[in-house]
């Protein structure tokens, strides 16, 4: 499907850029040359994967979010905190929660909050991004004596680190 949309889409580019820069604009002497040459278009195209999981916190028991795999790179553009719906428990505002990049033995927090601080549910328009090999980690810490599961739902999309290059080649004869 992707494939199909860059070719239209290179199409469409073409066409306009030699319908409106050769064809009605142009000199005489720049349609000749044009008829002579050809035009080169490098399209790139990153194909992303959806991925989403839902699975419960326990209170300072760190959780993997995803392990990302050789040659892709994840996007983290949702998270959800949600209570259990057999363990009802609401999030309190001075709950504490923290997202962590690991990769060997290197440790980033990516941010460490306090419920309160925070916008939830987290949508980031770019989203945060882990490379190859890096994982990404979550942790809850309940501020009160009730230390019921919390669920989480966190959503993203894998993205090769490899770009797929599509060349597209027009010649134009008269």
Not at 23 to 38: H, I, N, Q, T, V
Not at 133 to 162: C, T
Not at 165 to 173: D, F, Y
Request: glycine share 6%; aromatic share 10%; proline share 5%.
């Amino acid at each position: 499907m992707n494939r199909i949309l860059l070719g239209v889409f290179a199409g469409l580019a073409l066409g306009l850029i030699l319908a409106f820069g050769v064809r009605l604009g142009a000199a005489p002497e720049a349609r000749a040359a044009a008829d002579r040459e050809a035009a080169v278009l490098n399209l790139s195209l990153h194909e992303r994967t959806p991925h989403w999981r839902t699975f419960n916190l326990e209170d300072k028991v760190p959780a993997l979010l995803v392990k990302v795999p050789p040659g892709k790179r994840f996007v983290l553009t949702d998270l959800w905190l949600l209570s259990h719906e057999l363990l009802p428990a609401s999030v309190s505002a001075s709950d504490r929660l923290w997202l962590e990049c690991v990769h060997g033995g290197d440790r980033v927090v990516v941010f460490d909050s306090m419920i309160a601080e925070l916008d939830l549910p987290l949508r980031w328009n770019t989203g945060v991004s882990f490379v190859s090999g890096q994982e990404a980690w979550v942790n809850y810490f309940f501020s009160d004596e009730n230390k019921r599961p919390r669920r989480i739902h966190f959503s993203g999309y894998f993205e090769s680190l490899e770009r797929e290059t599509v060349l597209v080649k027009i010649v134009e004869h008269n």
